[in-house]
């Protein structure tokens, strides 16, 4: 039987000035994760601080312009972290809205820079 891969939130992107620099930490993160152990599930914060899933950090700059806080793009879904640690999932902020496992998530890896993130 395959060993189940860990679901890993990979937080990325946010409103500092640093967004950039997330973006490219992201993309290294996500290259270097071993694919065979890890499913790596993209979450983008866009510069007006909103939550994205499904969105890469190399997209994130050219999907900003189109997003919508409430619903996200066709691409991405628009969703939130609840703060109840017996969840550990996203949740959408549209009702509709299915995600994939249920948003389900192992582990949050967040890979944001300066103001909102490390700072």
Not at 95 to 114: F, K, R, T, Y
Request: charged share 25%; proline share 4%; aromatic share 4%.
């Amino acid at each position: 039987m395959a060993k189940k891969k860990l679901r890993i939130g990979l937080v990325f992107g946010g409103r500092s000035g640093e967004h950039e620099v997330s973006l490219a930490s992201a993309t290294s993160v996500m290259a270097n994760l071993d694919s065979d152990k890890y499913e790596v599930v993209p979450i983008g914060i866009t510069k007006q601080g909103s939550w994205l899933l499904g969105t890469e950090p190399a997209r994130l700059l050219e999907t900003e312009q189109s997003v919508s806080v409430s619903t996200g793009t066709e691409e991405t879904t628009a969703v939130t972290l609840t703060g109840d640690p017996s969840l550990r999932r996203l949740i959408p902020l549209q009702s509709s809205e299915q995600l994939e496992d249920n948003g389900a998530l192992d582990v949050i890896l967040p890979v944001l820079h300066g103001t909102y993130g490390e700072d």
